[in-house]
């Protein structure tokens, strides 16, 4: 589920998530505006998926939580 396999694409792994949802943030954000972003997409699916996709990032420490919102570590 984290990295994809043969029976799990780049679009359904946690990575290939991550991916996607470093590229809207562009700028810091709340988790819920973020959501509100992203939760159209057919990728993300549901919040579990984006709240997994999140914790996975900040595990790498790839985004950080700070004064309420989330931000890229590297620019």
Known sequence: MILPTKHI???DSLIG???LL???LDRPVTVSALWQEVRELPQIATFERFTLTLDLLYMMNVIEYRDGNIRRVFT
Request: proline letters at 0%; hydrophobic letters at 55%; aromatic letters at 0%.
């Open 17 to 19: 998530l991550g991916a």
């Open 22 to 24: 470093i590229a809207h």
């Open 9 to 11: 694409t780049v679009d």
